[in-house]
């Protein structure tokens, strides 16, 4: 297969060929054929009116975007309302140096706009941008000295960790481990930003677990909850409420479990 795709590569025309032929096909394929096939009627409209216009797009040149024109722009609740939560936080309390487990990439990098950055991961990504280190490491072995952390976040990660998803190594008990793991780094009074799926308890193999709301903070011994909020099933932002109140109930439609974001500090 690599030496096929060497081989398309080293020909621009058929390289060219074969990507505008991915593009075009793309949006008719299962479960969106019926619906791509009516919304390429509307972008052949607008193509010709756009040659008419005097648009010079050839047609090796196209690139459809067929599902993209809504009323209203769709995003992600859990890592839109994550990141703008941790975000908020971590600015208020301006460590010099912060480090994030694994969290989505974006949300670290932008974070060294005004504090330097550590990022670990088991897979760490190729990123060269100022303020930002990134590091190889496991949740369950971070690279850092017992209680030598002021400020830690781990978005959506501690779900996985176990399960093999990302090439980590099977174990039974790999939340409760990284968990442990989290809170022997962090220092007196350091903070951790911590968010996981809460709802009915249960292990999806080889994607995720889902956490009691009210008994996840107990996995991070020596530290205390300082505070909590959540995403709900129907993507809304909750904030000022308790975790032992938050009963997540799953639902004929949309999510089956919400996201509990919780502020940790180590006592």
């Known amino acids: 297969m690599r030496g096929i795709k060497a081989w398309v590569k080293s020909r621009p025309w058929l390289k060219r060929m074969c990507l505008w032929l991915m593009r075009v096909s793309t949006p008719l394929a299962p479960p969106h ?3 791509g096939i ?21 047609l090796l040149d196209w ?6 024109n809504t009323d209203k722009t769709d995003f992600d609740a859990h890592y839109l309302y994550q990141a703008a939560w941790a975000s908020n936080r971590i600015f208020a309390h301006r460590p010099e140096t912060h480090i994030d487990v694994a969290s989505e990439v974006s949300f670290a990098a932008q974070l060294s706009a005004f504090c330097k950055v550590i990022f670990v991961d088991i897979r760490p990504p190729q990123v060269s941008l100022d303020g930002f280190e990134v590091r190889s490491g496991l949740i369950t072995a971070l690279p850092f000295e017992n209680s030598s952390i002021v400020s830690l976040s781990c978005l ?11 090439g980590d190594p099977l174990q039974v008990d790999g939340p409760q481990l990284a968990c442990a793991e989290i809170a022997r780094v962090l220092g007196p009074g ?12 249960r292990i999806g193999f080889n994607g995720l677990y889902v956490f009691e709301a009210d008994k996840f903070p107990e996995l991070f011994p020596g530290c205390r909850l300082k505070e909590f909020a959540m995403v709900d099933t129907d993507g ?32």
């Open 33 to 35: 054929t019926l619906a």
């Open 38 to 58: 009516h919304r390429y009627w509307r972008f052949f409209v607008d193509y010709r009116h756009f040659v008419r216009l005097g648009g010079n797009a050839r």
């Open 63 to 68: 690139y459809p975007c067929l599902f993209d």
């Open 156 to 166: 959506h990660v501690i779900e996985h960790v176990g399960l093999g998803r990302y």
């Open 190 to 201: 350091g903070q951790a930003y911590i968010s996981v799926p809460i709802g009915r308890p």
């Open 236 to 267: 809304s932002f909750v904030t000022g409420e308790k975790p032992e109140r938050m009963m997540i109930r799953e639902r004929d439609t949309g999510m089956d479990f919400g996201l509990g974001i919780y502020l940790m500090e180590k006592m």
